[in-house]
């Protein structure tokens, strides 16, 4: 990976954890928990996704919809395993 390629996924990561945050209120982890929440979000969302053979289109668009997604589903997993 160079540089340009970390940068953007560190960019889609924070971008997708922070509406996450935002669409799931009370569940935000500050910057640098938001952009770990967006990129595990990433990998959880293509894989869940990809698994129910949904796409979500190419480009920047869809990847950050496939990542918020999949930092919701994070967040609700998270919320679960806090509450008990």
Known sequence: MD???ILITLLIG????WL????KQGYGFGLLGNIVVG??????GSWLLGSLG?????GLVGLIAT????????L?????????
């Open 3 to 5: 540089t340009k390629s």
């Open 14 to 17: 924070a971008v997708s954890g």
């Open 20 to 23: 996450a945050g935002q669409i």
């Open 39 to 44: 990129i595990i979000g990433g990998f959880l």
């Open 54 to 58: 949904v796409s979500m289109g190419g």
């Open 67 to 74: 990542s918020v997604i999949g930092a919701i589903v994070l």
């Open 76 to 84: 609700i997993l998270l919320g679960l395993i806090r509450r008990a």
